[in-house]
C-alpha cells in the first residue's frame, strides 16, 4: 500500500465512522484536519512527479479531501455560526475547490446537496470568474500564512478549472494565469518539485501572452482595464474586481523588459494596487510586497520624471501603514485619538512606547514626504498629496514627542492639501485627514472651533463618498467619533450616532476592522452615558466580528489586530448585565475569548447559552468580568446561571494589587534576591492574597454555600475563569496567611481553571474517557545550553521512573525538538522538568526549553494527539498568560489544553526547583492511588503548604487546567 493510500483509507474511515454514528467529533477535530493535510500534501508529491499525476489515484483523494471538507461545512452552517465565525468559509471554499473541477468527469461523486448550492448544471463556473479568482487567491493567501503545503491544492485545482472553463478572450485570463503561477510558485518553495516550477514559468508567460498587443500600450492598458477594475472596486466595494486588477497589474509587470521607459510607472501602478488589497485585508503580505515594489519603482523611475513625487508619497504612506500595523497606540489618522474623545482607558498595552524600528517608519514617511514636496513642480494640485502625507505623519509625530510646531505645521498642511479643488471622490482622504488633525487640536488645547471644523468636513465626507463607497463606512466612523468628542453632546448627537453607526454596520463595502472600530467606539459612548441597551447592542455586533478580524492573518498580525480591540468582550458582557441580560453576557464573554485558540482547534461542544448554562452540573464555574463600570462573578451551578456583583474589586484596586500578585513572586525567587528581598516580597504577596481573598473568594464561596467542611468531609470542586485584567490572578491560592487558621481557599475547595466554558465542556467529555493504561512520558533538561543548569530535573525523572517503571524518558541530548514532537503523538501523559520561557508581548516567545531549540506553543497547538490525558509542566510561569491580550489565555498551558491534553499542571510564576521535586513526588503518588489530577494536586500543595505555612509564593504557583 502507497502512502497516498495509507493516507486515503484513514481519511475515508473517518467519513465512514460520520456517517454511520453521526458523531460530529469525527469530521470536527483537529485529527480529521491533520489527516487531510498529509493525505493532500501526499497527492501534491505524486501530481508533481516525473510521470505525472495517476488519475485513479489522484481524483479519489481530492473527492475524499472534498467531502470532508463539505462535511465540515455542513456542520458549520447547521448551528448557523457563519456570522460571527468564519471557519466555515475556508471549509466551504476548500470543498468547492476539490469538488466542482471533479464534477465535469464524476458528477456522481459530487454530494447531492452540492448540486442545489450551486446549481452545477448551469455554467456558474463560467458567469463568476472574478468571484472564483478572489477564492482561489484567498486559498493561497491562507496556505502561505498558515504554512501549510497541501493547503494550495484547492487553490491551483480552482484556477486550472477556470483555465478550462474560460474563453481564450476572457478578460480574467491574465490574472487567472498569474495568480496560478504564482501559488505553484510557492508550493515550490514549500515542497521542492521541478515540475510545479516549470508549471508556474509556463503560466507566467501564459500571463503575459494572454494580455496581447495592449500590454505593450501602458497608458492605454492602464487607463482601459486596471483603472476601470479599480474604480469598480471604489465605487462598490468589489473585492473581486480588486483581485483581478492585481492580477492583470503583475502580469503587466512581467512583460515588460527592465529597461523599458514605462516600467517605473507600471510597477507604481502595481504598488498602489496592493496598498488597498492590505487596506481591504489587513494581511502583512500584501503591505511587504507593496514596499518591495514600490522601492523598485523608486529605482526604474528617473531623478526628473514627473511622477517621483506621486511615487515618493505613495511609499510614505506606506511606512505609515507599517507604522500603523506595529504601533498599538494608534491606527493612523482614522482612530482619531478615540480613547481619549470616548473617556475609555487605554490599557498599558496600548500605551506602550513603539519601538525604535517603528519610530523610523515614522521619520522615513516624514523624510518621503519632504523630498516628494522637493522634486514637485509649484502647482498646487502637484504638491497636494505630499501636503497629505507631511500632515499625517506630523500629526503622528507630535502625538509621540509632543513638539508645538508638528501639530501646527500638521494643521496647515492638511487645510492646503483640502482645499485644493478636484473630484469629491478624490478629496476624500484629504477631508478624512483634515478631521483627524482639528479633532488632535481641539483634544489638545481646547479649540472648540476646530472641532466643529471637524463635523462639517465629516459631514461633507459623508455625503461626497454616498453609501455605496467602499469608504463610505470609514467616513462614518470619523464622524461618529467627533460627535461623541463634542463636550455634553446631547440627544441629538446621540441619535446622529446611532443612524451613523447603523449605516456602517449595514454597509456591503466596509471592511471587517472599520466595522469592529465603529461598534466599539459607539458602545463605549453610549455606556459612557449610560444608554446601555445600545452599547450592549453595538458591543455585541463588534465582538462577533472578532473571529473575521482575525482568521487568515499570521500569527504575529493576529495578534497586532486583537491588541487594538482588548477588552470589548467584558465591556459588552457589562453592559448586557446592566441591562438584566446574565445569559447573554456568558455568551458574550465566550465568543470573545480565546479568539486565536478556537481558530486553530475546531471546538465540538456547541456554545449555545443552554449548553452553557449546564456547564455548572460537576461543581460550580465561576465567570469573573471586569470592566470599568462593574465587576461580577457569574456563577454557573446545577441550578443554573446567578449574578453576584463584586463592588470592592473597583478599577483602582486592580491597578493596586494586580502588579503585586504578578510580580511579588518573581521577586522572591529571583536568583539574585537577598534576603530582605524575599521577606518583603513574601510580605506584599501575602497581603495581595488577602485582598483577592476579601474581595473576590470569600464572596464568592460565601454565595455558593461553600464553608469550611466537616471533619473527614472530601472537599467539593470549583472552576475558576477569569477574563480580562482578573485572568492572570491567583485565585485558587486566596487567603489570609499572616496568622494560624486564617480562612483560605484551599480549605474549602479543590480549584481548577478553564480558558472558556465550551473548553470546559470539551475537556469533561475527553476525562471521561481515560484509557485503563496510559503511558506516560518524560522530558528532562538538567543541563540546557544558554541557561542554569536544572539538577531537580534530573531528580524528577529519576522519581518517576521509580514510580512507573518503564516509561519513555528523554534526558538532556535525547529531548531534542524532532524525537519529542513525535514522542508527543503517541503520549496519554507526559511530564516536562525543562526551562520555561514566558514572554509578556510575543507569543512566539513562549516555550519551553529543549537540547537544541525551543518546542513553542505554535508547535504545541499544532500537535495531533489520541487519547491524551494530562500534561505536567514543571517549569517557571508556564501558566502565565500574554499580558497584552489576557482574554486570549496565550500560554504553555493552554496550548497543551489546544492539542488534545485535557487536564494540565502549570505554573504561575517561578518556581523553587526544590519545592517542584516534592510538590511532584506528592502529585504522582496521590495519581498512582487513584486519585484524580486536581485531587492529586490539592494534595501535593497542601501537604507543601503544611511545611511553608508562611510562604505561599513557594506552595501556590501551581493550577490545575481542566476538567
Known amino acids: 500500500m502507497g502512502i497516498i493510500d495509507a493516507e486515503l483509507l ?13 458523531s460530529l467529533e469525527f469530521i470536527m477535530e483537529e485529527a480529521a484536519l491533520a489527516e487531510v493535510r498529509r493525505l493532500l500534501t501526499a497527492t501534491m508529491r505524486s501530481a508533481f512527479a516525473p510521470r505525472g499525476a495517476d488519475p485513479d489515484v489522484f481524483i479519489p483523494a481530492q473527492v475524499t479531501a472534498g467531502w470532508l471538507h463539505w462535511y465540515r461545512w455542513a456542520h458549520w452552517a447547521a448551528f448557523r455560526r457563519a456570522e460571527y465565525d468564519p471557519r466555515y468559509t475556508r471549509d466551504r471554499l476548500s470543498a468547492l475547490a476539490l469538488l466542482v473541477p471533479v464534477h465535469a468527469v464524476h458528477s456522481d461523486a459530487v454530494p447531492e446537496s452540492l448540486h442545489e448550492a450551486l446549481q452545477l448544471d448551469d455554467p456558474g463556473l463560467r458567469d463568476d470568474l472574478p468571484g472564483w479568482l478572489e477564492a482561489a487567491e484567498d486559498l493561497a493567501v491562507h496556505a502561505g500564512q498558515a504554512q501549510e503545503p497541501d493547503a494550495y491544492l484547492p487553490a491551483i485545482v480552482t484556477l486550472q478549472a477556470m483555465l478550462a472553463a474560460s474563453p481564450a478572450t476572457s478578460p480574467e485570463r491574465p490574472a487567472v494565469h498569474a495568480t496560478l503561477s504564482r501559488a505553484l510558485t510557492a508550493l515550490h518553495a514549500a515542497i521542492p518539485t521541478p515540475a510545479a516550477e516549470e508549471e508556474a514559468l509556463l503560466h507566467s508567460r501564459q500571463a503575459v501572452a494572454a494580455l496581447g498587443p495592449e500590454a505593450h500600450g501602458h497608458d492605454d492598458y ?11 472596486y471604489e465605487t462598490k466595494g468589489d473585492l473581486s474586481a480588486l483581485i483581478v486588477a492585481l492580477g492583470r497589474a503583475r502580469a503587466t509587470v512581467w512583460v515588460m523588459p527592465h529597461d523599458a521607459p514605462h516600467r517605473g510607472s507600471a510597477l507604481v501602478l502595481l504598488g498602489s494596487i496592493l496598498e ?273 478580524l482575525v482568521d487568515g492573518l499570521g500569527g504575529q498580525d493576529q495578534e497586532h489586530q486583537l491588541l487594538r480591540h482588548t477588552g470589548i468582550a467584558p465591556l459588552a458582557a457589562a453592559c448586557a448585565l446592566n441591562t438584566g441580560e446574565p445569559a447573554a453576557a456568558l455568551e458574550l464573554l465566550e465568543r470573545g475569548r480565546g479568539v486565536l485558540s478556537t481558530l486553530s482547534h475546531i471546538p465540538v461542544a456547541p456554545t449555545v447559552p443552554e449548553e452553557l448554562l449546564r456547564s455548572g452540573a460537576h461543581g460550580p464555574v465561576v465567570v469573573l468580568n471586569n470592566s470599568a463600570y462593574r465587576t461580577d462573578a457569574l456563577l454557573l451551578t446545577r441550578d443554573g446561571l446567578d449574578v453576584l456583583p463584586l463592588p470592592d474589586v473597583t478599577p ?86 499572616g496568622t494560624a487558621g ?26 471521561r474517557a481515560r484509557r485503563p493504561d496510559p503511558e506516560l512520558l518524560t522530558v528532562a533538561m538538567e543541563h540546557t545550553p544558554g541557561q542554569m543548569s536544572l539538577p531537580g530535573a534530573r531528580a524528577e525523572a529519576e522519581m518517576l521512573s521509580s514510580l512507573f517503571p518503564g516509561h519513555r524518558v528523554l534526558l538532556n541530548e535525547a529531548a531534542g525538538h524532532a524525537r519529542v514532537l513525535d514522542a508527543l503523538g503517541h503520549a496519554t501523559r507526559v511530564h516536562f522538568a525543562c526551562h520555561g520561557s514566558h514572554s509578556r508581548i510575543r507569543t512566539d516567545d513562549i516555550c519551553l526549553r529543549l537540547h537544541d531549540r525551543p518546542l513553542t506553543t505554535r508547535d504545541i497547538t499544532a500537535l495531533h494527539t489520541s487519547g491524551a490525558e494530562l500534561a505536567f509542566l514543571s517549569g517557571c510561569s508556564t501558566g502565565r498568560g500574554h499580558i497584552a491580550l489576557p482574554d486570549e489565555n496565550l500560554h504553555l498551558a493552554t496550548a497543551f489544553h489546544q492539542a ?64
Open 276 to 548: 488597498a488589497v492590505f487596506a481591504a485585508r489587513h494581511d502583512r503580505r500584501f503591505l511587504d510586497e507593496a514596499m518591495s515594489v514600490m522601492e523598485h519603482a523608486r529605482a526604474a523611475l528617473p531623478v526628473t520624471d514627473a511622477e517621483r513625487s506621486e511615487l515618493l508619497t505613495r511609499l510614505g504612506h506606506l511606512h505609515m501603514d507599517r507604522y500603523a500595523l506595529f504601533h498599538p497606540a494608534e491606527d493612523d489618522v482614522t482612530r482619531l485619538r478615540a480613547e481619549e474623545a470616548l473617556d475609555g482607558p487605554r490599557s498599558d498595552a496600548l500605551a506602550a512606547a513603539p519601538s525604535v524600528s517603528v519610530l523610523t517608519d515614522l521619520a522615513e514617511a516624514i523624510a518621503l514626504g519632504r523630498e516628494a514636496l522637493r522634486v514637485a513642480d509649484s502647482r498646487a494640485e502637484s504638491r497636494l498629496a505630499a501636503n497629505y502625507l507631511l500632515s499625517r505623519g506630523l500629526q503622528l509625530r507630535y502625538e509621540q514627542g509632543g513638539d508645538p510646531a508638528d501639530l501646527d505645521e500638521a494643521v496647515t498642511r492638511a487645510r492646503a492639501a483640502h482645499a485644493v479643488p478636484g473630484p469629491e471622490g478624490d478629496r476624500l482622504p484629504l477631508m478624512h485627514n483634515l478631521c483627524g488633525v482639528l479633532q488632535l487640536l481641539h483634544t489638545e488645547r481646547g479649540d472648540t472651533n476646530a472641532l466643529e471644523e471637524a463635523i462639517a468636513v465629516a459631514r461633507e465626507a459623508v455625503e461626497a463618498a454616498g453609501k455605496g463607497h467602499v469608504g463610505h463606512a470609514a467616513h462614518l466612523w470619523t464622524l461618529i467619533v467627533l460627535l461623541a468628542s463634542r463636550p455634553g453632546s446631547g440627544d441629538a448627537d446621540g441619535e446622529e450616532i446611532a443612524d451613523c453607526t447603523d449605516q456602517a454596520l449595514a454597509s456591503a463595502t466596509a471592511s471587517v476592522p472599520i466595522r469592529l472600530n465603529i461598534a466599539w467606539d459607539a458602545g463605549r459612548h453610549y455606556a459612557v452615558h449610560g444608554e446601555w441597551v445600545l452599547a450592549a447592542r453595538y458591543l455585541a455586533h463588534g465582538v462577533g466580528l472578532l473571529p473575521q
Open 10 to 22: 484513514m481519511v475515508r474511515r473517518r467519513i465512514e465512522r460520520y456517517t454511520s454514528t453521526g
Open 900 to 963: 488534545g491534553f485535557p487536564q494540565v499542571i502549570a505554573a504561575m510564576w517561578s518556581i523553587s526547583d526544590f519545592a517542584t521535586y516534592n510538590l511532584a513526588r506528592e502529585f504522582y503518588t496521590s495519581l498512582g492511588q487513584g486519585a484524580g489530577a486536581a485531587s492529586a494536586l490539592h494534595h501535593a500543595v497542601h501537604t507543601l503548604r503544611a511545611a511553608y505555612p508562611a510562604n505561599p509564593s513557594l506552595w501556590g504557583a501551581y493550577i490545575h487546567l481542566g476538567a
Open 742 to 767: 486564617g480562612p483560605a481557599v484551599l480549605d474549602r475547595v479543590i480549584s481548577s481553571y478553564t480558558p472558556t466554558v465550551t473548553a470546559l465542556l470539551r475537556n469533561q467529555r475527553a476525562a
Open 652 to 737: 483602582d484596586a486592580v491597578a493596586e494589587w494586580m502588579p503585586v500578585l504578578s510580580e511579588a513572586p518573581d521577586q522572591i525567587h529571583h536568583p539574585e534576591a537577598t534576603l530582605a528581598d524575599r521577606l518583603e516580597g513574601e510580605e506584599r504577596f501575602r497581603a495581595g492574597l488577602a485582598w483577592l481573598w476579601d474581595a473576590i473568594a470569600a464572596p464568592v464561596l460565601d454565595a455558593l454555600g461553600i464553608g469550611a467542611p466537616a471533619p473527614g468531609r472530601p472537599l467539593g470542586r470549583i472552576w475558576w475563569c477569569p477574563t480580562f485584567t482578573l485572568s492572570a490572578l491567583p485565585l485558587h491560592a486566596a487567603g489570609h496567611f
Open 222 to 232: 492602464r487607463n482601459r482595464r486596471i483603472a476601470s477594475l479599480m474604480k469598480r
